[in-house]
């Protein structure tokens, strides 16, 4: 798979993270009258004591500091999970979405752009017809699926679901060959449960037997809305539970999932098959539509023998109800009222989010995951300054030389290994704002009056648009991520970073800000991103991509030293007063923050700024560098979110984040005067370098 390390995950329950406050530099086209303003405006304050806790020293706890009146301030919304610097840009970001979506569907017919995601986005706001519909754009596959009357059929259904958009069992992908990165593949994962980590089956403690109970619960309440009696959806629920808790048996933790020498098994179709006696995967390929294939690459080959002996001993009227259950899933959130506040009600219980999210914002976000390209056009054409790529170039250029700086001092790498180092630096392809070409999405069709007809339209065509990768050289030009999303993501098989349009606001960069605050806040980022191709992962592909060691043994002994004492570091930070980081699910994002702040900062002493003393609202120029690193991550959670992202987010909590690598570098120490003493005091000596 092309895995992707990114710098945050979304915390709605998908994949965590924070927030500044501050307005969007992102300028509307009214920012003109804006800015005539400003003048008589206060100065704005990119560092505000106000947001601070002051009577906080600190080595006590850098994030409460820098951050404890806000977190104090700004509780978390209702129809939220978590709150922070992060979720302000999101939310600015679906406003911005929402109007121009709503733009485009007074004006659909201005062209095709603006008919596709005008009139999706008022399919999906139409709850009338909805509501008239109930469960109707379902009943057909339901139909399909009775008529399952054997393993033979059941393969077949399975193969022409995927083909649909519903994918069940396992994950399967066209990606590049990690070893051959020129060349795209046929890839196969682990998968088939609907919790959202392999522990919440298998875990006897409270929290997990409680949301078991939760889940088995929804289940019978979800089969009743399709119309099954109490008795026989509750006989479903269990059939659920047991091949679910089955198949999280066959899966390989997360932890282990890191490796990427572990998940790259390459079996020839035939072969592949020789491991599932049961299955045949030349004829399911076929059924794919990627026939003349004869090399597949298999996540975890041990999953796949046990899902294999799993369908043999499951009756066929069980793997229908497993099939039903896939599509009902699948398309709750666009059915009904009923569906939705059920599928919320269990959501409730997982994340303890109090209310639903605003239809609005769920639709916009919908639109954004399927028609990004389209809607990213028109938000690119409105919201983004085109002055900001030039600049982020600009800034890329600094860290890569700061990088550079960096590799050639390291005192534990030879010179040869140095020089792969600086080889794999210099390659790294960059990706600002928004793709050089954007994706037309020939063949969807969108019906303004039928939501989840569209929902399905688009899920095809993806589907359809990975499969007719095959045969064709790799597109090193695509995004991983639209316009509008606040993230940023390193590629080890493009060896790519990219930082989409909407990270491009403050608290990350803004043009007004001095360089304190924006290599605190994007180079720290853009750092982070370039360190992601050294983490213990990344650093296992070379310049082109290649899963290839091109480290020598004593290199690659003195980086996991290093590596393990970050590991250690985050293993001793508890969440909850009882949940434990784990260092080792969350090291990859902890070295690339480690990494990425020490490089922004050795970039930002080289500006005019970063030599001066010149005080800012009563802060020296490193002060502003680390309390604009630290403002980034504040963040509050609720507890049961928090709890699940402990298990299933490669990133530690917000605080760990901010306080983790500052504790590393000397700098800090210096600019706040922290101590022996001091509870965040490290000895010279034991301060972690990696890179």
């Known amino acids: 798979m092309n895995k992707q390390l990114i710098l945050l995950s979304a915390l709605t329950v998908a994949v965590g993270s924070v927030t500044a406050g501050g307005r969007t530099p992102i300028p509307s086209p009214k920012a003109d009258n804006h800015k005539a303003v400003r003048s008589t405006l206060p100065p704005r304050k990119f560092i505000d004591p106000q947001n601070m806790d002051l009577s906080i020293k600190p080595g006590t706890n ?146 997990s037997q409680k949301i078991r109970d939760a889940y088995h619960d929804n289940l019978i309440k979800m089969f009743a809305l399709i119309g099954e009696e109490p008795t026989q959806a509750s006989q479903d629920a269990d059939v659920i539970v047991r091949m679910e808790t089955a198949l999280a048996k066959a899966q390989m933790p997360r932890v282990e999932m890191r490796d990427p020498y572990k998940t790259y098994n390459k079996f020839t179709v035939s072969a592949f098959s020789q491991q599932t006696p049961g299955i045949n995967w030349a004829d399911q390929l076929t059924r794919y539509g990627t026939k003349g294939q004869d090399t597949v690459l298999v996540q975890s080959p041990a999953f796949f023998r046990s899902l294999d002996s799993l369908i043999a001993a499951t009756p066929i009227e069980d793997l229908r109800t497993y099939m039903r259950w896939n599509i009902l899933k699948n398309a709750a959130p666009y059915l009904s009222d009923a569906f939705v506040k059920q599928n919320f009600a269990f959501t409730k219980v997982l994340s303890g989010q109090k209310e639903q999210t605003p239809r609005w914002q769920r639709v916009s976000s919908l639109v954004d995951g399927t028609l990004g390209d ?44 140095k020089k792969r180092a600086l080889n794999k630096l210099t390659s790294f392809k960059r990706k600002i704002a928004y793709p050089d070409k954007w994706k037309s999405y020939e063949g969807v069709t969108i019906n303004r009056n039928d939501f989840y007809a569209n929902v399905k339209s688009a899920s095809k065509w993806s589907y359809n648009y990975m499969i007719n990768r095959l045969g064709k050289p790799v597109d090193k030009t695509e995004w991983s991520m639209t316009p509008p999303t606040v993230n940023a993501y390193y590629s080890p098989v493009n060896n790519e970073i990219a930082f989409p349009a909407a990270i491009l606001q403050f608290p990350f960069f803004d043009f007004e800000a001095d360089d304190a605050i924006n290599y605190g806040g994007i180079g720290a980022v853009i750092g982070h991103e370039m360190t992601h191709g050294f983490d213990d992962s990344g650093r296992q592909y070379d310049a082109d991509g290649t899963l290839r060691d091109w480290w020598s043994k004593d290199d690659a002994d003195n980086f996991k030293k290093r590596a393990d004492q970050v590991k250690e570091q985050f293993f001793g930070f508890k969440v909850l007063d009882s949940i434990k980081v784990n260092g080792q699910l969350t090291l990859g994002e902890n070295l690339a923050d480690l990494g990425g702040l020490a490089i922004a900062y050795d970039a930002f002493k080289k500006t005019a700024q970063g030599k001066s003393k010149t005080k800012i609202d009563g802060f020296t120029p490193d002060q502003r560098f680390f309390l604009s690193w630290a403002q980034v991550w504040r963040i509050n959670v609720l507890p049961e979110t928090q709890a699940q992202l402990i298990m299933t987010d490669p990133h530690a909590p917000g605080m760990y984040r901010a306080n983790g690598p500052v504790s590393n570098i000397d700098a800090w120490y210096q600019a706040f005067n922290v101590q022996p003493g001091d509870k965040m005091y490290k000895p010279k000596n034991e301060r972690i370098k990696v890179w």
């Open 62 to 207: 850098f994030y409460q500091y820098a951050n404890g009146n806000w977190l104090k301030t700004n509780q978390i919304p209702a129809s939220k999970t978590s709150w922070g610097s992060f979720n302000e840009l999101r939310d600015k970001s679906l406003d911005a979405m929402k109007s121009l979506l709503e733009d485009a569907a007074k004006t659909t017919t201005k062209g095709r752009l603006y008919q596709m995601v005008g009139d999706y986005y008022m399919s999906g706001m139409d709850s009338v017809t909805l509501e008239k519909q109930g469960f109707d754009p379902i009943k057909s596959d339901l139909a399909r699926i009775d008529k399952v009357n054997n393993k033979a059929a059941f393969f077949d259904e399975l193969a022409y679901q995927r083909t649909q958009g519903n994918g069940m069992l396992f994950g399967f992908g066209v990606s590049p060959d990690r070893k051959n990165v020129n060349k795209y593949l046929p890839q196969f994962g682990q998968g088939g449960t609907s919790l959202p980590d392999r522990d919440y089956y298998l875990k006897n403690d409270p929290r």
């Open 374 to 417: 389209l809607l990213g056009q028109l938000y690119v054409q409105t919201y983004f300054k085109p002055e900001a790529k030039q600049r982020m170039l600009t800034l890329v250029d600094n860290l890569e030389a700061s990088y550079k700086e960096h590799i050639k001092s390291l005192d534990w790498m030879s010179d040869e290994t």
